[in-house]
């Protein structure tokens, strides 16, 4: 046993230190330059994102998925322990320049979010309660390879249905043990049953709740945030400071800070917002929307919330603490820590119900993207009953097992699958550029709801099934 986690812990040093770094800041680049910056000319439209983004023609007494659903199902997926503990560890380990490659990683890695959502419109199919599609789909449907959306089914379902939730589980029931008390057992109990109930009312639970929780957890967090900020405003000009000094000053540059500092904020960055990496596209498929464009700018806009704004709250809540970060090595200690600096003792509370919030819904959203993958492989209910129950099991597992191997085993085959993914995406990375040219062109005529028909693809109409 030791020897497999030696192997496995060597893989993921080769996979996530050279291979995928690379691969990702690559594509991120290569799609940013294609699209024209996206990432910017999108900012203008986020006052009306979420307005009349949802199709007008409905077929009647079928529920769809709306375009906000969607996106709160990817930030709850998105935003879990890794925007409280990751970015702590980022701080410990590559000092305060490494949240500057955090933002840069995030700005980059959007418009790889967006080209992997607009796809995942683009090849959806049609479900009994919703849209489905996502990766596996459009490695079937638009690459015609079949046996590559199946390897990147199975990656994912072990990699988010069943190991990421054993983690955020005993993230959630530690947390509780050290604020309040409660017996990892007991709490796991109440997880679980949690989960049971909502998983098995399938997408439209799972939609219902998370457009609930993502907008009272991340608003909260961000409050609390503010409210640091504005007891320490004059320490402010100081954390910019601190921040951009250590991201390229020299005298980090001779003791080798730089170099750690880039690669911790490279590599936390790509953890927390998961641009590229083929997971969001499973719920960006199942939005109702009139033009695959709308929904892959919605999936960028949720890069950015991840990282750019809930991930800053923390840093800024660590660096304006003045604790001393070198060598902390137990990311969420050293938030627990820097909170309770600001608020009191009343820092371990809010922390545990911050993380509840973060991590329970990120098990809903690892569930889902595991549920659209299950319904590419086997459209046999006793399939998906099967997987339900194991999820529940595994969150059950989580709540009182020590997973340190479960998580180095679930990075390696996130690593593989993010490199499915990225070939995919940069194979058919040209029909997101020419559906992008036509949500201009009709901007650009003043229309200002953009809608898309397959007419318009002629060359692959019949691979396109919903519009």
Not at 69 to 87: D, H, K, Y
Not at 312 to 335: H, K, M, P, Y
Not at 378 to 386: D, I, M, R
Request: charged share 10%; with cysteine; aromatic share 12%.
């Amino acid at each position: 046993m030791e020897f497999f986690t030696q192997i496995v812990d060597w893989a993921n040093g080769i996979l996530w230190t050279y291979v995928l770094v690379a691969m990702l800041i690559g594509c991120a680049i290569w799609f940013t330059i294609r699209c024209k910056f996206v990432q910017l000319t999108m900012l203008r439209d986020i006052p009306v994102m979420f307005r009349n983004c949802t199709h007008e023609e409905r077929e009647e007494g079928v529920e769809r998925i709306s375009s906000f659903q969607a996106f709160a199902i990817s930030i709850a997926s998105r935003v879990g322990t890794g925007n409280l503990a990751g970015v702590a560890v980022a701080i410990a380990m590559g000092g305060p320049g490494a949240v500057f490659w955090m933002w840069l990683i995030a700005f980059l890695g959007a418009s790889s979010a967006f080209v992997e959502s607009t796809l995942a419109q683009l090849y959806k199919i049609r479900g009994e309660k919703s849209f489905i599609g996502g990766p596996a789909y459009y490695m079937s449907i638009g690459l015609k390879k079949p046996w590559m959306g199946a390897l990147f089914s199975v990656l994912l379902i072990f990699t988010f249905g069943f190991a990421f939730n054993s983690v955020q589980s005993n993230t959630i029931c530690q947390a509780f043990e050290e604020a309040f008390a409660i017996s990892p057992s007991y709490m796991g109990t109440v997880l679980t049953l949690l989960t049971a109930v909502i998983i098995f009312g399938g997408i439209q639970s799972i939609a219902r709740v998370s457009s609930i929780i993502v907008p009272i957890m991340a608003l909260g967090y961000i409050a609390l945030a503010l409210v640091i900020i504005l007891m320490n405003i004059s320490e402010l000009p100081g954390v910019f400071s601190l921040i951009f000094t250590h991201a390229f000053g020299w005298e980090q540059g001779l003791a080798g800070g730089v170099g750690a500092a880039i690669q911790q904020g490279i590599r936390r960055g790509l953890y927390s917002n998961e641009a590229g990496m083929g997971s969001a596209p499973n719920v960006a498929a199942t939005a109702d929307v009139s033009h695959p464009v709308k929904q892959g700018k919605v999936q960028a806009i949720s890069v950015f919330s991840d990282t750019l704004i809930i991930c800053s709250c923390t840093a800024f809540i660590i660096l304006i603490s003045g604790l001393d970060t070198a060598g902390e090595a137990n990311g969420i200690r050293l938030t627990q820590a820097a909170i309770s600096q600001h608020i009191g003792s009343w820092g371990n509370i809010a922390v545990a119900v911050a993380i509840f919030l973060f991590a329970f819904s990120s098990v809903l959203g690892n569930y889902y993207y595991g549920e659209a993958n299950i319904q590419y492989l086997s459209k046999k209910p006793w399939v998906l009953l099967v997987y339900r129950v194991i999820v529940i099991a595994m969150v059950l597992f989580g709540s009182v097992a020590s997973l340190s191997t479960v998580w180095n085993l679930a990075d390696l085959f996130m690593g593989l699958m993010t490199i499915c993914n990225l070939i995919a995406i940069v194979l058919l990375g040209k029909y997101a550029f020419r559906l992008l040219e036509d949500y201009r062109e009709q901007k650009r005529q003043g229309i200002t709801d953009p809608t898309f028909s397959k007419e318009k693809m002629p060359d692959i109409a019949d691979d396109l099934q919903c519009w």
